[in-house]
């Protein structure tokens, strides 16, 4: 059974920063971070390589955030920087499908198990 617990969430003002930890169950996957603000559909954020050789990114995000992995740990982060109030939304962790799978997975079909979220909520 694959669990995955995501933690760090919280409130911050624009600017600020904030670290995500996912803790999972394994490390010969893919993992992801989505995240879903209210009215809107849940969207890809960043994306890390089962080794975490390579990273993938959306362009909304690109010079703020960092994911980042430490099998040893289990564990995915996602590091974020200058967080703006369009930042502000649940943030959810997933393991891709692919079996040591690399960073290119962008939509939610290509991942097979899912956390609870956290809220991350960015003040102006």
């Known amino acids: 059974q694959v669990q995955l617990v995501e933690s760090g969430g919280g409130l911050v003002q624009a600017g600020g920063s904030l670290r995500l930890s996912c803790a999972a169950s394994?490390?010969?996957?893919?993992m992801g971070w989505f995240r879903q603000a209210p009215g809107k559909e849940r969207e890809f954020v960043a994306c890390?390589?089962?080794?975490?050789?390579?990273?993938s990114y959306a362009d909304s995000v690109v010079g703020r955030f960092t994911i980042s992995r430490d099998n040893a740990l289990n564990t995915v982060y996602l590091q974020m920087k200058s967080l703006q109030p369009e930042d502000t939304a649940v943030y959810f962790c997933?393991?891709?499908?692919?079996?040591?799978?690399?960073?290119?997975?962008?939509?939610?079909?290509?991942?097979?198990?899912w956390g609870q979220g956290t809220q991350v909520t960015v003040s102006s």
């Open positions: 997933a393991q891709g499908r692919t079996l040591y799978g690399g960073s290119g997975y962008y939509t939610s079909s290509q991942y097979a198990y």
């Open positions: 394994g490390s010969t996957y893919p």
């Open positions: 890390v390589s089962w080794n975490g050789g390579s990273t």
